[in-house]
């Protein structure tokens, strides 16, 4: 089946980017179903903004346009602006943006799967710089473990996303979320 326009389109837009490497944090995963990679690569600004995203990918149009509808939406975005980076709403927003079908979900999936990645790398490269008396987990918004422990404590929470009611924690890029769950999980074993 060839492909759609808009398909076709986002290709033509992902050609004409430059190509020149960035030299950023790297993030990278594949489709096995279509036996495709997704690399990004970005650069941040001293202000957590993302200055600017590159996605490569040897793959099927379907990701490249995936791709780059995404490094249009995250581009020029502060870390902070990006409220979790939602891996289901990226999905399905640049899924219905190019027209692709349910059979297509994991080409997209696979260009999300590789942004967290980069997010992740950027959290611990710039929490792994960072001095203070306890390790910074969520370096979007800053905010160490003893806060967030506190929080555990006085909101006795499920889940991390219950604490985001709360908190700003885990509501920029979306990669300290494991983290805080993991330390809600810890805390709620102790009390059993
Ligand atoms: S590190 Fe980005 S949201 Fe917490
Ligand atoms: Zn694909």
């Known amino acids: 089946m060839p492909y759609s326009k808009q398909i076709r389109e986002e290709c033509r837009k992902a050609m ?10 790297a993030g ?13 690569e970005l ?7 993302i200055g600017s995203a590159s996605f490569r990918t040897n793959g099927c149009g379907y990701m490249a346009a995936g791709g780059e509808v995404i490094t249009a939406q995250i581009e020029g975005k502060r870390l902070g602006e990006l409220s979790g980076l939602e891996r289901e709403e990226l999905e399905a927003g640049a ?4 027209g692709a079908t349910s059979d297509r979900r994991h080409c997209i999936a696979a260009c999300v799967e590789a942004l967290h ?6 959290r611990k490269r710039v929490s792994s710089t960072f001095h203070g008396e306890s390790p910074l987990v969520c370096t979007c918004f800053g905010i160490s473990e003893d806060r967030i ?3 555990i ?3 006795d929470p499920y889940s991390a996303e219950e604490l985001m009611s709360v908190s700003n924690a885990g509501k920029g890029c979306g990669s ?8 809600i999980d810890a805390v709620r074993y102790t009390k059993l």
Do not use: V
Request: aromatic residues 8%; proline residues 2%; negative net charge.
């Open 43 to 49: 650069a941040f600004d001293e202000n957590d903004r």
């Open 28 to 40: 990278r995963d594949a489709a096995l179903e279509c036996g495709c990679t997704a690399q990004w």
């Open 153 to 155: 404590e006085e909101y």
């Open 149 to 151: 422990m506190a929080m």
């Open 95 to 98: 899924s219905h943006k190019i």
């Open 176 to 183: 300290c979320r494991p983290l805080i769950q993991e330390l």
């Open 16 to 25: 004409q980017r430059s190509t020149e490497t960035l030299n950023g944090i």
């Open 117 to 122: 990645k980069a997010f992740d790398e950027h």
